[in-house]
């Protein structure tokens, strides 16, 4: 009997369907993953960063708000963004 489920498990996960619904899954986490680590954008293509400055020929971008937050909690960071505004102080 295991072996007739195991069977049925085996067919349904290389079934077309099945198989084009991981790619479809590996691909939306591929791209949230590049989106994350490597653009300087948030989730929802937003510039993470406020301030640039540049020190010694070298550019230094800061944000006040943490790069992962609209990956963690994009509510809560999408609802913090609008109640703050968009005024940064920096202080000299």
Avoid at 23 to 34: N, S, V
Avoid at 64 to 85: I, Y
Wanted: net charge negative.
């Amino acid at each position: 009997m295991s072996t007739v489920s195991s069977m049925k498990h085996t067919k349904i996960l290389d079934s077309v369907e099945y198989v084009d619904k991981c790619k479809k899954y590996e691909a939306d986490y591929t791209q949230r993953l590049i989106a994350k680590y490597f653009s300087k954008k948030d989730l929802y293509g937003g510039n993470i960063f406020d301030e640039k400055m540049t020190i010694d020929n070298e550019t230094i971008m800061s944000s006040r708000w943490p790069c992962t937050l609209s990956f963690a909690d994009p509510v809560k960071s999408f609802e913090e963004q609008s109640n703050t505004g968009s005024t940064s102080t920096s202080e000299a």
